[in-house]
Nanobody, 128 residues
């Protein structure tokens, strides 16, 4: 059983930065082949892919809307996946979730239905 706990959300102004953390328990990420991804969901919208560390290898992927502004990384000593968000925009406002999948294939990376484990989410609000 894998448990995920997100933290680090908050209210910021446009152009500022936030760092989100996804603490993973139940499995050690390094060498596990587990993919941990960040998704977000704004009110009235579907959950959308943001970024991922594919199979915990450092092979990172991003949505077009955050490429160049967000960075996903893994801290092995803390068994945590970090989402560094810079140059935030009002359209980044959403609840951010981390999800984990044990045997994901690359073509399914952006499909939230392929992730078996989810955290509770953390709210990010960016004011203009």
């Amino acid at each position: 059983q894998v448990t995920l706990v997100e933290s680090g959300g908050g209210l910021v102004q446009a152009g500022e930065s936030l760092t989100l953390s996804c603490a993973v328990s139940g499995r050690t990420l390094s060498g596990s082949g587990i993919t941990v991804a960040w998704f977000r969901q704004a009110p009235g919208k579907e959950r959308e892919f943001v970024a991922a560390d594919f199979r915990s290898t450092g092979n990172t992927h991003y949505s077009n809307s955050v490429e160049g502004r967000f960075t996903v990384s893994r801290v092995n000593a803390q068994n945590t996946v970090i989402l560094q968000m810079n140059s935030l925009r009002p359209e980044d406002t959403a609840v951010y979730y981390c999800g984990a999948s044990a045997r994901l294939i690359l073509s399914s990376l952006r499909n939230s239905g392929q992730y078996a484990y989810w955290g509770q989410g953390t709210q990010v609000t960016v004011s203009s």
